[in-house]
Structures are given as structure tokens and as C-alpha cells.
Nanobody, 116 residues
Framework: QVQLVESGGGLVQPGGSLRLSCEASGSSLSIYAMGWYRQPPGKQRELVATITSGGKTNYGDCAKGRFTISRDNAKNTVNLQMNSLKPEDTAVYYC??????????WGQGTQVTVSS
């Protein structure tokens, strides 16, 4: 069984920063890629950023220039540093893991609210 534990969400003022973390655990889990998606209120889930075990990153348009994804392969942890946050970044952020067997796992989500 694979578990994803997310942390770091919360309330922040516009222009502020937050750092999200996600740790994956599970017997025989071999991870290919980790990343973050988000679902704003009333909208569909969208890509924020992903990173492979080799360090290749892919950013969604919403994240380019403001967010940075990083990963600790030894700890099966992925982090998302979010800077210059805007009210439109308000969403539930979901951790995503793709295993080397092409199985996909999702975290329960962490709320990020950007508001003054």
C-alpha cells in the first residue's frame, strides 16, 4: 500500500510564499516521477509541476517563473516552493506519484488560500 503525506498548505497573503512537501511510502515502491497538481474552486485539476527521478522537470503555465519543484530521491519526497503567490493560486494542491510500473497515486490534497 502506498501512502502520500502532504504538508505545508495554509493561508498566505498575496505576494507571499509557501512550501509544500509530500513524502511517499510503501513497500516495494519504486518511483519514476513525483509532482503536484491543483484544483481551483469550480475548475478542473491542472498540472503545477512534475519531476522525474533523473531530475527532469515540467511546469504548468500557472507555475512558470514563480514555483520551483525539487525532489529527494533517497527520502521519496517532493517539494514545491511557491513564491509571489496570487489569489488565483488558491486551490487544493494534490501530490502525485507515478511508479516505474506506471501506477499513479494521489495524495488527499492540501488547501492553499491566497488572500489578504
Amino acid at each position: 500500500q502506498v501512502q502520500l503525506v502532504e504538508s505545508g498548505g495554509g493561508l498566505v497573503q498575496p505576494g507571499g510564499s509557501l512550501r509544500l512537501s509530500c513524502e511517499a511510502s510503501g513497500s516495494s515502491l519504486s518511483i519514476y516521477a513525483m509532482g503536484w497538481y491543483r484544483q481551483p474552486p469550480g475548475k478542473q485539476r491542472e498540472l503545477v509541476a512534475t519531476i522525474t527521478s533523473g531530475g527532469k522537470t515540467n511546469y504548468g503555465d500557472c507555475a512558470k517563473g514563480r514555483f520551483t519543484i525539487s525532489r529527494d530521491n533517497a527520502k521519496n519526497t517532493v517539494n514545491l516552493q511557491m513564491n509571489s503567490l496570487k489569489p488565483e493560486d488558491t486551490a487544493v494542491y494534490y501530490c502525485n506519484v507515478v511508479s516505474r510500473r506506471a501506477a499513479t497515486y494521489w495524495g488527499q490534497g492540501t488547501q492553499v488560500t491566497v488572500s489578504s
